[in-house]
């Protein structure tokens, strides 16, 4: 598995979008700390960014390049190749090009502008975020055959995470905004990786102190490490699922 | 050597094949022909173990190949369709193949050298033409000297040099036990290279005869002549 992960990934880092990705999380980073100044206002605008674009590029790019690489799939499936090491080799280049990508733009300027715990968070989030859109890129692609279906749906997933679920939430505060719902708001926002995220980040920095008593409520379970390490473990569970998954269906697929 | 027993393939509700039942053996060349939906390229992922059927069981020397994947070190497969990593050079997608095919000490480098694909070692294959992709899938499918070749349409991109290069490849490699799986639509170049032709129709084997034996029945020589002559019996008896 780890022989073909290794060709993947010597041919993705050479891949033009990758790099300008990469490019441009770098140029966006340093240009919130240029013009924000220091601290957790470019941090916000980092994580604002983060937030929209890692996910996208992701699932699109995962998508893509699953349907791209079909072929070539056909053809190591003609080899002694199990089909469980062949997906997984996906998998694995996938994730450590675009997690590449990401510690080149994302990690490293931030831990240089900014050495604290806040930009540990937030690069871990980014990371742990690609690692789960690669997983629901790859299971909407080895389900779904046709290659344009497969991509209006794993946009679809990207539009749900990152803006109709959080419409959701709203609609819902408003709603039962008379009842105490501080609680039951927190354990959804456990359904969606990117708000979770969010929520990680956020409590790291003074912002917290804005959201009123459910900030508080947050502040409470995410600044304790038990708070922190369930929502890493949550975080996971949203990587490995959808993940064992796709590996569970390519098994059983006809190429 | 391969064995396809009552092997039933359906996509949807639409049946690919149905019930083929065909025992492939040794120092056979088999011309895979029938026409478009046949299910030519689904018998030859089946057997590959790439398309899964829903009843019967493929053996391969015996055993049966449902979850296997070692069975394929014995076989050399060049697809009809060939695409690989965008920024991956030919030498690195050979020197990749034979790392991961590392148990197999057997060289054949035969049409690595006639096709000259060392020249092209430092190229990218995104830029390669079809045809000189066709070049290298042929190349690596000869690599390891399997014992069994399994090839899908493989003189459709070809030019007429390359095409007379793996035909006499594939004339040369006939014997010595190998067992060798041709499909395609262009009669012609099969004539020479196969000792048997396997006719699929809708789904069904219409026949799986020797050359000799329909050349005797029909009194034709050319294979193309061949298949209509007998396509013609057929439907008088009908």
Redesign the interface.
């Given at each position: 598995m780890f022989?073909?992960a290794k060709?993947?990934i010597?041919?993705?880092i050479?891949?033009w979008i990758i790099l300008l990705y990469a490019f441009f999380l770098l140029l966006a980073t340093i240009g919130f700390f240029l013009l924000q100044g220091q601290g957790d206002k470019a941090i916000l605008g980092v994580l604002n960014l983060t937030l929209m674009l890692v996910p996208m590029i992701t699932v699109i790019f995962s998508t893509i390049y699953y349907y791209?690489?079909?072929?070539?799939m056909?053809?190591?499936?003609?080899?002694?190749?199990?089909?469980g090491s062949i997906i997984g080799s996906f998998y694995l280049g996938l994730l450590v090009s675009l997690g590449l990508a990401i510690v080149a733009g994302l990690g490293l300027p931030l831990w240089l502008m900014h050495p604290h715990w806040v930009s540990l968070v937030l690069s871990g989030v980014a990371l742990l975020l690609s690692g789960i859109f690669i997983g629901l890129a790859l299971l909407v692609a080895v389900w779904v055959r046709d290659k344009a279906r497969g991509m209006g749906f794993a946009l679809f997933l990207w539009v749900y995470f990152v803006l109709i679920f959080d419409g959701l939430v709203l609609l819902m505060m408003y709603n039962f905004s008379d009842y105490p719902i501080e609680k039951v708001v927190l354990y959804i926002t456990f359904l969606n990786p990117v708000d979770l995220g969010r929520i990680m980040v956020l409590m790291q920095t003074e912002a917290a102190a804005l959201m009123g008593y459910s900030g508080a409520i947050f502040q409470q379970f995410f600044s304790e490490w038990w708070g922190l390490i369930a929502s890493l473990l949550i975080m996971l569970a949203w990587a490995f699922i959808p993940v064992a998954f796709s590996f569970r269906m390519f098994r059983?697929k006809?190429? | 050597m391969i064995k396809l027993d009552h092997i039933y393939k359906s996509?949807g509700r639409i049946p690919v094949l149905k019930d083929i039942f065909l025992d492939y053996g040794q120092n056979q060349a088999i011309g895979l022909i029938g026409p478009n939906g046949s299910g030519k390229s689904t018998l030859i992922?089946i057997i590959?173990?790439?398309?899964?059927p829903q009843k019967g069981e493929v053996t391969f020397d015996g055993k049966p190949i449902t979850g296997q994947?070692?069975?394929?070190?014995h076989?050399g497969?060049m697809?009809q369709?060939?695409?690989?990593?965008?920024?991956?050079t030919v030498s690195?997608l050979f020197h990749?193949?034979k790392?991961?095919?590392k148990d197999e000490k057997q060289r054949d480098l035969d049409l690595y050298h006639a096709f000259e694909i060392e020249q092209m070692g430092s190229k990218r294959l995104e830029i390669l033409s079809g045809g000189m992709k066709q070049k290298v899938?042929a190349a690596?499918a000869f690599l390891f000297d399997p014992k069994v070749l399994?090839l899908d349409e493989p003189t459709a991109g070809l030019d007429p040099i390359a095409n007379e290069i793996l035909k006499e490849k594939l004339q040369k490699s006939l014997g010595n036990d190998r067992l060798i799986l041709i499909s395609s639509h262009i009669l012609n170049d099969l004539d020479d290279i196969i000792t048997h032709v396997c006719y699929l129709m809708e789904g069904e084997v219409k026949f799986f005869k020797p050359l000799e034996q329909l050349r005797a029945e029909t009194a034709e020589n050319r294979l193309n002549r061949i298949i209509a002559q007998v396509l013609k019996q057929e439907k008088n008896h009908v």
């Open positions: 022989k073909i060709f993947i010597s041919d993705l050479k891949n791209n690489m079909y072929e070539f056909v053809l190591l499936m003609a080899q002694p190749l199990k089909r059983d006809d190429l | 996509f992922k590959l173990g790439m398309v899964l994947s070692q069975y394929r070190r076989i497969y697809p369709m060939s695409r690989f990593p965008a920024n991956m690195q990749m193949m790392k991961l095919r899938s690596l399994v």
